[in-house]
């Protein structure tokens, strides 16, 4: 299993980023995909999933801001962030978690928001 997470960066507070997460190694469009993210110091959390037919679950401190997606062609899945806020800041990891609970993690993607 590979996953190749990207797209991360400095923005401002208010601004947006799109993250993307390339995935190989697995039958991937009957995959649960995910996003987690973390703060220095703090433990890692989820940010988003998305289920084999594209049922979501966010964390509470990014509902109605952030959006995942996914391509099954593509072997794709995005993180779309709107107003993003400081306490955004973290390194975003792309996950897979398979059905006996083994979770794979690509390399994270650093996103830096200003105030």
């Known amino acids: 299993v590979q996953l190749q997470a990207s797209g991360g960066g400095l923005v401002q507070a208010g601004g947006s980023l799109r993250l993307s997460c390339a995935a190989s190694?697995?039958?991937?469009?009957?995959?649960?995909m995910g996003w987690y993210r973390q703060a220095p110091g703090k433990q890692r959390e989820l940010v988003a999933t998305i289920s084999s037919d594209s049922g979501t679950v966010y964390g509470g401190s990014v509902k109605g801001r952030f959006t995942i997606s996914r391509d099954n062609g593509r072997r794709m899945v995005y993180l779309q962030m709107n107003s993003l806020k400081p306490d955004d800041t973290a390194v975003y990891y792309c996950?897979?978690?398979?059905?006996?609970?083994?979770?794979?993690w690509g390399q994270g993607t650093l996103v830096t928001v200003s105030s």
């Open positions: 996950n897979y978690r398979t059905g006996s609970d083994l979770n794979y």
């Open positions: 190694g697995m039958i991937f469009n009957r995959v649960t």
